[in-house]
């Protein structure tokens, strides 16, 4: 120690330089800290604190709030999925009134049927010729019941089968060859050109289901020979340009040289039981089901179908894509 | 002359029949039922049976064609089944049991059933 005596106040000094580094130090630690806690925003939930006691926090606070979200997501599966159940249970509900119902007309239908023609047939007893007309227009109308009554089931039918389609391979071809010459006869009638324009290289096979298919050319080929007037035209036309396209799909084209569709109607003319007032002039007899269960049955196999119209005629084209794209 | 028998449960639907027939010279017998019509078939023996699928009672129209198909006597006989609206499972069943031919009822007029009677009992 006594070594030492002459540096003691050195010594002294130093060790009161170093203290007053340390609190100057601290000090102003502490002031930088107060400054940035002040000056830095804290209007979001996620405010970054440099203090790491913060920071814990913060996140603490985000997996709060995705926790939350996560739990409404799940909240609106479970809504959906009730959502869907009640839907179902609507559509078999309605299903079953469809077949309830006609199955009750059944039998008054049939009884006002057979009165009405047996009348008719003078078979209930003499009837005047103009009691005739009275009752021929009363059987009319009771045919037209019938008409609708098969209608309403053939679509309900469709709509409740829509899980009840059976994809096969299917030559294109083949359909359209097939229902051209069952519908020849009501062309032939009207002195109609029916004429089919395949490729020169038979189309790949696409897959779908051949009865709903059929039933769509039968709709498209039978509107054109009905609505097309005598001695015209009508063309199918099957098209490669889509092959390569994404989807890969199949274009067919039915062309008239008939009526038309006036612009007013052609936003209605795939509705469910529509029918332009030109086309019921030409043909009273009409559901005005045909393009309705035509757009159904391609939709459902991922295909799209359109028009194009004018005064020289229509042209309905529909896609269909070679493998269906299930909706 | 050609014995018909009809089986459908609607009594006027029965009786516009039987008159159809009989005007056109058959002899008709009558059945409300399905057990009234498999008895019917065995005591009056006819010609040809018109059935009516929905039949009260225990035997519908289904079981009564089972009955005369499993019977060695009326095995071949002409039965003509009314089906009913938009029951196309209808016609299959039938057609399996050995129906001879069917017809929807409001979809045709007494006249078109008298054409089937007669092109069965040829």
Same mark, same amino acid.
């Given at each position: ?25 601290? $000090?102003?630690?502490? !002031?930088? $800290? ?39 997501? =799940? ?27 006609? !199955? ?12 009405? !023609? ?12 103009? =009691? ?9 109308? *009771? ?21 009840? +389609? ?70 199918? *036309? $099957? ?31 795939? =509705? ?19 393009? +309705? ?7 459902? !196999? ?26 | 002359?050609?014995k018909?028998l009809?089986v ?21 017998k009558?059945a409300?039922g399905g057990e009234a019509g498999i008895t019917a078939i065995k005591s009056d023996k006819p010609d040809l049976i018109l059935l009516d699928l929905l039949l009260?009672g225990g035997k519908d129209g289904f079981a009564v064609l089972e009955a005369v198909r499993a019977d060695e006597a009326t095995k071949s006989l002409p039965v003509v089944v009314f ?7 209808d016609i299959e069943k039938a057609s399996k049991l050995g129906a001879t031919d069917f ?17 069965h009992?040829?």
């Amino acid at each position: 120690m006594n070594l030492l005596a002459p540096y003691a106040s050195l010594i002294t000094l130093l060790l009161a330089f170093l203290l007053g580094m340390v609190v100057s130090y601290l $000090l102003y630690r502490r !002031h930088l $800290l107060a400054i940035v806690n002040r000056r830095l925003p804290t209007a979001t939930n996620t405010g970054f604190k440099v203090n790491s006691q913060d920071n814990v926090a913060s996140l603490k606070k985000l997996n709060e709030n995705l926790a939350a979200s996560t739990r409404s997501l =799940q909240a609106k599966e479970v809504e959906l999925s009730l959502a869907n159940q009640r839907l179902e249970k609507l559509e078999e509900a309605k299903s079953k009134f469809v077949a309830v119902t006609t !199955h009750q007309l059944r039998t008054p239908l049939a009884a006002i049927k057979w009165t009405l !023609h047996m009348l008719t047939a003078g078979q209930l007893g003499a009837v005047t010729p103009e =009691q005739k007309t009275f009752i021929d227009k009363a059987f009319e109308s *009771t045919e037209r019941i019938v008409s609708i009554v098969n209608n309403l089931l053939t679509v309900d039918k469709i709509e409740a089968e829509s899980s009840d +389609y059976t994809f096969i391979p299917v030559h294109l071809e083949e359909v359209v060859e097939s229902v051209i010459f069952e519908l020849k006869a009501p062309a032939q009638s009207k002195y109609l050109n029916l004429i089919f324009k395949p490729l020169a290289q038979p189309l790949p096979e696409v897959t779908a289901d051949p009865i709903k298919l059929r039933m769509v050319l039968e709709n498209l080929i039978d509107n054109a020979i009905k609505y097309t007037p005598q001695h015209g035209t009508v063309t199918v *036309t $099957l098209d490669d340009s889509r092959l390569n396209a994404t989807p890969a799909s199949v274009v067919v084209k039915v062309q008239d040289t008939g009526l038309g569709i006036k612009p007013a109607d052609e936003g209605k003319i795939f =509705q469910k039981f529509f029918r332009a007032e030109s086309a019921v002039a030409m043909e009273p007899d009409g559901t005005g089901l045909g393009l +309705y269960l035509a757009k159904d049955i391609i939709e459902h !196999h991922g295909g799209t179908i359109w028009f194009d119209s004018g005064s020289g005629g229509t042209t309905f084209t529909f896609t269909l894509p070679l493998r269906p794209v299930v909706v | 002359m050609k014995k018909v028998l009809i089986v459908e449960d609607d009594e006027f639907l029965r009786s516009l029949a039987a008159k159809r027939l009989e005007q056109e010279g058959y002899e008709v017998k009558t059945a409300a039922g399905g057990e009234a019509g498999i008895t019917a078939i065995k005591s009056d023996k006819p010609d040809l049976i018109l059935l009516d699928l929905l039949l009260p009672g225990g035997k519908d129209g289904f079981a009564v064609l089972e009955a005369v198909r499993a019977d060695e006597a009326t095995k071949s006989l002409p039965v003509v089944v009314f089906s009913n609206l938009g029951e196309r499972g209808d016609i299959e069943k039938a057609s399996k049991l050995g129906a001879t031919d069917f017809l929807v009822k409001a979809n045709f007029t007494l006249d078109d059933v008298m054409a089937k009677v007669a092109a069965h009992l040829k």
